[in-house]
Each structure stands twice: as C-alpha cells, then as structure tokens.
C-alpha cells in the first residue's frame, strides 16, 4: 500500500512536446531490473543525458533546469503512445511524479499511470497551452476529490475526468488488493446472505 492523497500542489516542469513514447519515458535497454525502484535515474535518459557511458546532463532539457522542479509534470497532447511498457509509469513514480497533465494520454498508458499511483490528469488543449505560458514560479493544485486543477496565481481552472474506482484507490493509497482487503467485511456479509437465500 502506498500513501493515498487528496490534492497536489506546487510548481511544475513542463515538458512542451507532443507524441512522447514510452520509449523515450524509458528506453527500452533500461528495463531488466525485475522490481520498480531505481528506473527514475533513467527517466528521459537519451534526452537528460550526453550518452550512457556520461553524466553530463543536457542543459537544455528541461529536467536539468533549476528553475523548473516539482511533482507536477506537464506534457504535450498524446503522452505516452507507443509500447504498453509499465516501466513508463514506474520511472516517473520513481523519479517523484505524482501527476502528469496533458490534453490526451494512450489509454494503455493511463491505466499503467492508475494502476501504480500516478494520476493522469487530462486537460483541454487551450488550458495545456496557457501552463506552457506560465513562468517557472508558477504553481498548480490539483484537488482529486473535486476533480480539478486550478493555475494558482490566475484562480483558471478546469474539471477532469477520472474513473471513480480509480479515484479512490489513489486517494487511499490502495492497489487492486489493498482494495478488496477493505471491503472484507461487506463481501463476508455478501456471502452470508447470498448462503441463506440457497438453504
């Protein structure tokens, strides 16, 4: 189980490129490791970095700019195409994402981001091209229970739209077991009934 939450709220790093893949989320020779922790430190990694064989960032790429910091991450349209790698979701999980905001997500994507804590946060395209404009001091709160997200410094805000199952995993910190754990005690009562109406 992992710590559920309600709303996030900070600066952001904006990631003005459409059509990102989960190849370049994470590259596929990244993705032997068997568990999730460390895919963060190549989160990007053919943009962040010269070559695999340096540390010596990419000073403009974004990620490496200190002017940009934050759990908030806002992407161009269609984030996340490509192969249906869960390692997507991980290395940005890792690396201290907890939302990625965009005007469209691969659908295999957004489960992948669901499924292990990360909240997709779908925005319209006029909205995602006003945080493209904001300067790097600007803040974002995403308030899951209302299903929202408000530009700080504006009052701008937009609704968005988010399965309610999902919705109350995340604000739990529940994955699928952790949910079903919860409701024992209204499957065990389920059982009981469902018993006597077959006697």
Known sequence: MKNGFKNISGRFVPLDIENVDTDQIIPARFLKATTKEGFGANLFRDWRYINDDSSQPRMDFVLNQKAYSGSILVAGKNF??????????????????????????????????????????????????????????????????????????????ETFEINAYKKTCLMNGYDDIDFLLSIKDTITEYEKIQEKNYE
């Not at 295999?108 to 001091?137: C, D, H, R």
Request: net charge negative.
């Open 80 to 157: 996340g195409c490509g192969s249906s790698r869960e390692h997507a979701a991980w290395s940005l999980v890792d690396y201290g994402f907890k939302a990625v905001v965009s005007s469209f997500f691969a659908d295999i994507f957004k489960s992948n981001a669901l499924n292990n804590g990360l909240l997709p946060v779908t925005v319209s395209e006029s909205f995602l091209s006003q945080l493209f404009s904001l300067s790097a001091a600007s803040e974002l709160k995403i308030d899951l229970e209302e299903q929202t997200i408000t530009i700080q410094e504006t009052g701008l805000q």
